[in-house]
């Protein structure tokens, strides 16, 4: 086997290694959890501080899991990004707001956690919501 063909296949098996590699890296679908959105805000200032709001409805307080679902949300330098997760099947509300409350004060019993990245990239994930 001659050195140019040699090279060629090892290019090939890097790229694919590469290329493979990529490809597997971890979703919201690998989750344990279920995840439904059912709603999003996001702010329209591009000079400012970007503010991502989601509703989400879950099938299961793995906490990992909530975590990991907020980790891989959008998130914007100098911004901040919340993930409202409540269960399924409970009274959930309908939207989210960007300012004031992000939801009526009568849905906070029903809440299950609160995933917050701050403007300083500081990750927060409350839980038990009702009783704070």
Do not use: C
């Not at 805000?41 to 907020?70: A, F, H, K, M």
């Not at 409540?86 to 009526?104: A, H, I, N, R």
């Amino acid at each position: 086997m001659s050195k140019k063909t040699l090279g060629g296949i090892l290019v090939l098996v890097v790229i694919s290694l590469m290329l493979w590699s990529s490809l597997k890296e971890p979703g919201i679908q690998d989750l344990k959890v279920k995840f439904t959105e059912l709603d999003f805000v996001r702010n329209e200032n591009n000079t400012g501080p970007v503010i991502r709001r989601y509703l989400v409805t879950i099938s299961d307080t793995v906490w990992s899991d909530l975590l990991r679902y907020g980790d891989l949300m959008p998130y914007s330098k100098l911004g901040s990004t919340e993930v409202y997760f409540f269960m399924k099947g409970s009274q959930v509300p309908e939207q989210v707001t960007l300012t004031g409350p992000p939801f009526p004060a009568q849905f906070t019993s029903a809440l299950v956690a609160h995933y917050k990245k701050n403007t300083m990239g500081q990750v927060s994930l409350l839980k038990e919501w009702s009783k704070r």
